[in-house]
C-alpha cells in the first residue's frame, strides 16, 4: 500500500471514528440485548443488573453497540478495494474496552464475564445490522464473496 493510500485509509477510518448516533437509541439497544444475553444467566444478571448503574460501564456498552453498527454498515456499503480489516482494527478501541474492564471488574472472572459480554453485544449489533442492510448490495454492487469475507472476518476478530 502506497503512502498515499495509507492516508486516505486513515481519513477514511478516522471519518467513520466521527460518526454521530443517538447515545439513547445505542443505549436502548445494549439494554436490550442485555436481557436477551442474561435470560438464561440469572447469577450472572444479578451482577450486571448492578453494573448499569455504572457510568463507565453504560459508556462501553454504548461504545460496542456504535461500534456494531457503524463497522456493519461499513461492510455493506465499502468498496471491495478497501481493506475491511484496517476498518476493523481501526474502529474498535480494544484499549479503551480493557480500560474501562479493568475500571469496571474486580476479579479476573468478572473481566472475563464483562469483557465477554461487551464482545457479545458487539458481534450480536453487528449481525443484525449487517443481515438487515445485506440487500445494499444491489446499490453498491459487492459480489457475495466480499460479504461474506467481511462478516467472516469481523466475527473471527470477535470470538
Given at each position: 500500500m502506497n503512502e498515499n493510500t495509507q492516508l486516505q485509509l486513515a481519513d477514511l477510518i478516522d471519518s467513520i471514528n466521527h460518526i454521530s448516533l443517538n447515545h439513547n437509541d445505542l443505549l436502548g439497544a445494549a439494554l436490550e440485548f442485555s436481557d436477551i444475553y442474561f435470560k438464561d444467566k440469572p447469577t450472572q444478571s444479578k451482577k450486571f443488573d448492578k453494573l448499569w448503574g455504572n457510568g463507565?460501564?453504560?459508556?462501553?456498552?454504548?461504545l460496542s453497540v456504535r461500534e456494531g453498527v457503524v463497522l456493519a454498515m461499513q461492510a455493506v456499503t465499502?468498496?471491495?478495494?478497501?481493506?475491511?480489516?484496517?476498518?476493523?482494527?481501526?474502529?474498535i478501541n480494544v484499549e479503551n474496552q480493557k480500560y474501562y474492564v479493568k475500571s469496571i471488574s474486580t476479579n479476573p472472572i468478572?473481566?472475563?464475564?464483562?469483557?465477554?459480554?461487551?464482545?457479545?453485544l458487539r458481534?450480536?449489533?453487528f449481525e443484525r445490522i449487517f443481515n438487515a442492510n445485506i440487500t445494499m448490495q444491489?446499490?453498491?454492487?459487492?459480489?457475495?464473496?466480499?460479504?461474506?469475507?467481511?462478516?467472516?472476518?469481523?466475527?473471527?476478530?470477535?470470538l
Open positions: 463507565e460501564f453504560i459508556e462501553q456498552a454504548v465499502l468498496d471491495a478495494s478497501i481493506s475491511f480489516e484496517s476498518i476493523i482494527n481501526g474502529c468478572e473481566y472475563t464475564q464483562v469483557n465477554d459480554f461487551f464482545t457479545a458481534r450480536d449489533v444491489e446499490f453498491t454492487q459487492l459480489s457475495d464473496e466480499v460479504l461474506k469475507q467481511r462478516h467472516a472476518l469481523f466475527m473471527q476478530k470477535h
